[in-house]
Structure formats: C-alpha cells, structure tokens
C-alpha cells in the first residue's frame, strides 16, 4: 500500500446519537477521512484532493466513495462512527 499524506492526524474521534446507544461502531480510516475532509470540507477537487494526498484520483474516488457510505450509515442506523488513527 502506497503511504498517503495526511494534513491532519487526530486522535480517536467518535461521533454518535444522542442519547448513546451502545451498537457496533463503523470504522472509518484515517484515508477515507481524509479524502472527506478535504473535497466536502475544504472544496477541493477530487484531482486537487489526490494530488495533497499523493495518491490516484481512482483512490481517491474509493476513499471518498467508502467514506459517504459509512456517513450515511451511520445517519441510517444511528450508530456510532469512529475515526481510527
């Protein structure tokens, strides 16, 4: 596996209905987290994104691709997401 280049590194990050219910968290990957962060955050284009993170836009796309999913799972389910390092 390529090394990506990431512009933040947090800690453990969880995010999750209120009041908690104690289901299986997703995961989400620091990559996919990422790639999030900076095409919905910063508005960066998917080649723009690829390009900071040192990667092909096609792994770009699935980063991103895995990371809506896992988003809108974790709406549809209310379970909780974790942002792993």
Avoid: N
Wanted: with cysteine; aromatic share 8%.
């Amino acid at each position: 596996m390529k090394d990506r280049i990431l512009g933040v590194k947090p800690a453990k990050m969880v995010f999750g209905p209120l009041p908690p219910i104690h289901r299986e968290p997703i995961i989400m990957s620091m990559d996919e987290f990422e790639a999030f962060r900076l095409v919905y955050y910063l508005g960066l284009t998917q080649e723009e994104a690829a390009k900071r993170m040192g990667v092909s836009r096609g792994t770009l796309w699935r980063c991103l691709h895995s990371a809506r999913r896992k988003v809108a799972q974790m709406l549809a389910e209310a379970r909780p997401l974790m942002v792993a390092p």
